[in-house]
């Protein structure tokens, strides 16, 4: 079991650019969920996968983010023309989808917009 | 709006005593999970327990659950300073397997 995996671990970049990141979940889990979480706060849901299909995304997920899991294995989320609000940490989890199984978080990817 | 919310909010302690955090929810649940956050890094699971289950033991760490209250609480015993950490609740919102929603956390602090 080598965790979940994210990269990178921290990105900085100028409003208005496009960042992407990525997750690796521990290999047998066929869900995936995606949080964010600001300082002081506890993480958000923004959305999640079982194998490949997109099962729910949240309000906060505006039309300047997008995630996919193309192979059902890894998962990229994408956020276009960022904004100074979108600096926060971004989690990624992973879990069995059967019964009640614990999400195992990955150490986030920290995005600073300038 | 989160729907667990930790209190107290911050939490400071002698190292050898326990360290008590509550949570309250608004909705039904399926499961409470708790987790530990050390600064920096990705949450820790700890705990589990459904909904159809009162108290539950791991280690040193005790959690309650009263469905009736929409409360939880977690008990550490014998804390240590590597305990010193946020710790939140969540909670599946009725369907397990699903987004998880969390409080905005207790930071526990146990001074050596």
């Known amino acids: 079991d080598t965790g979940v995996s994210q990269n990178p671990r921290h990105k900085i970049t100028k409003r208005g650019q496009n960042v992407t990141f990525r997750c690796d979940p521990i290999?047998?889990?066929?869900?995936l969920y995606w949080y964010r979480q600001t300082l002081g706060q506890g993480p958000e849901f923004l959305t999640y996968f079982q194998n490949e299909a997109q099962l729910e995304k949240s309000r906060l997920l505006s039309d300047r983010f997008s995630a996919e899991r193309p192979k059902g294995s890894f998962s990229t989320l994408e956020i276009q023309r960022t904004e100074q609000g979108d600096s926060a940490m971004y989690l990624c989890?992973?879990?069995?989808?059967?019964?009640?199984?614990?999400?195992?978080f990955g150490d986030g990817t920290r995005l600073s917009i300038l | 709006s989160q729907q667990g919310e930790e209190d107290p909010q911050a939490l400071s302690i002698q190292e050898g005593e326990n360290a008590t955090m509550n949570c309250s929810y608004k909705?039904?649940?399926?499961?409470l999970q708790w987790y530990r956050q050390n600064s920096g890094r990705g949450l820790v699971h700890l705990i589990l327990i459904r909904s159809n289950e009162r108290e539950k033991h791991s280690g040193r760490l005790r959690v309650t659950l009263d469905t009736s209250k929409k409360s939880s609480s977690l008990l550490i015993t014998a804390s240590r300073a590597a305990d010193t950490a946020s710790y939140f609740c969540?909670?599946?919102?009725?369907?397990?397997?699903?987004?998880?929603?969390f409080g905005e956390g207790t930071q526990l602090t146990v001074n050596p």
């Open positions: 969540a909670t599946d919102g009725g369907t397990s397997g699903s987004r998880l929603t």
């Open positions: 989890a992973s879990s069995l989808g059967t019964g009640y199984q614990p999400q195992h």
């Open positions: 909705t039904s649940i399926n499961n």
């Open positions: 290999s047998e889990h066929n869900r």
